[in-house]
């Protein structure tokens, strides 16, 4: 019901600002205020400081992408690296694959320990001269593991090379746990982080954060010189919806943050009922110790990706991963412990058949 009163409330402020575009700050100064307390909202739920600063952004990629827009642009002003490299954990999103690939920076790939994690053994003697940026992740898209945080700021600490933390699926979640994976470590010179997963506002929601300002301003664009008049951007969109930054800010007045703790809550109860459906499965194992809503299994003796077949088949959307291979689920506040009982009910149903299979063979 929280879910369908949220959707019906969204339907009803759609119109007041679907003509609104937050590039034109002076004709909609409301969306702009709206837009600045977003911001503020996620800037205390990482723990900032008075200096601590954001843009709004059009997802998890648009806030990649500018964060590494922003550390070459820094690096090259700041340290005059010509040949700029970012580290990242194999683990890490895609987005900055991207990013390295739009703004010719070498991306230097870490493979994951077995089990997940950042090698960061391996992180220390790749560390060089050129190197503009740490990335860790809090967690991982791919197992939903959460990088060893304090670890990473005290190897950025040591050899004064900024650190980013990316939350774009973990924000609204990570930051109820007991840990403090965020501006509390000295050494996180920025987030990313959605408002449009765990936040639940629509798509097209998201956030970059910046420990200060005179890191951010290598974000913006500026011309003062373009025959249209002085032309200024954040962000890669030029003109936006007011709309997203309008139902973004009401879902987060709709929540307020007991209305995030409790949903929190909820998806870490699914996940623990989750992760003991799956002990109990011989066959199956779990990757690392997931402390948020990402699960990620795997199989030591039977081929995951026909498993994962099978249950598509019974209408189930299952996640297939690589590198490691498995498949992941992601627990959100739609999904019920009926649910997932129902879900087991096929899995079991189908390893069953397997073992069948396999003592008739033998």
Same mark, same amino acid.
């Given at each position: ?14 119109? +007041? ?6 590039l ?13 307390? &977003? ?9 900032? @400081?008075?200096? *601590? ?5 059009? $997802?998890g ?7 590494c827009?922003?550390?070459r ?16 954990s ?18 230097v790939?870490?493979? *994951? ?5 950042f090698?960061t053994?391996?992180?220390?003697k ?13 967690p991982? +898209? ?6 060893? &945080? ?51 506002s ?14 951010m ?10 025959? $249209? ?14 709309n997203?930054?309008?139902? *973004?800010?009401? @879902?987060?007045?709709?929540f307020?943050?007991?209305?995030y703790?409790s949903?929190y ?6 996940? @623990? ?9 011989p066959?199956?194992?779990i ?8 699960? $990620? ?5 039977l081929?995951?990706?026909l ?14 991963i690589?590198?490691?291979? $498995? ?8 999904h ?5 009982d129902?879900?087991f009910?096929d899995?079991?149903?189908?390893m ?11």
């Open positions: 019901s929280n879910n369908l009163n949220l959707d019906k409330m969204l339907v009803k402020i759609f119109p +007041y600002f679907n003509k609104s575009n937050p034109h700050t002076n004709l909609y100064p409301c969306v702009r205020k709206m837009e600045q307390e &977003c911001i503020s909202i996620m800037i205390k739920l990482f723990n900032g @400081t008075k200096e *601590t600063c954001g843009i709004f952004t059009s $997802g990629t648009d806030s990649i992408l500018m964060a827009k922003t550390y642009d820094y690096s090259l002003k700041e340290k005059s690296i010509t040949n700029p490299e970012i580290i990242v194999s683990s890490a999103h895609c987005a900055f694959n991207k990013a390295c690939k739009y703004f010719n920076i070498k991306l790939v870490i493979p *994951t320990t077995e089990n997940g994690y090698n053994d391996k992180l220390k790749i560390i060089n001269k050129n190197t503009i940026l740490i990335v860790g992740s809090t991982s +898209y791919n197992l939903g593991l959460i990088d060893q &945080c304090n670890e990473l700021n005290y190897i950025a600490l040591k050899h004064k090379i900024p650190l980013h933390l990316d939350a774009c699926i973990g924000s609204f979640l990570i930051n109820f746990t007991k840990y403090k994976y965020d501006f509390s470590l000295e050494g996180v010179t920025s987030i990313s982080a959605d408002f449009h997963k765990y936040g639940q629509p798509k097209g929601a998201s956030s970059i954060l910046y420990k200060n300002k005179e890191l301003k290598y974000q913006y664009f500026i011309d003062e010189k373009w025959s $249209g008049g002085i032309y200024a951007s954040a962000t890669f969109s030029g003109s936006r919806c007011g997203i930054v309008a139902l *973004t800010w009401a @879902t987060l007045m709709y307020g943050i007991n209305g703790k949903n809550d909820y998806i870490i109860n699914l996940r @623990t009922y989750f992760i003991n459906k799956i002990k109990k499965i066959e199956l194992y990757y690392g110790n997931p402390q948020l809503s990402i699960v $990620g299994v795997n199989s030591n003796s081929n995951i990706n498993i994962a077949d099978e249950l598509k088949k019974k209408t189930w959307e299952v996640n297939v690589q590198n490691p291979n $498995g498949f992941h689920f992601c627990l959100t506040s739609y019920t412990k009926e649910v997932l129902n879900f009910y899995l079991n149903t189908k069953k058949s397997i073992r069948d299979r396999k003592s008739t063979r033998l």
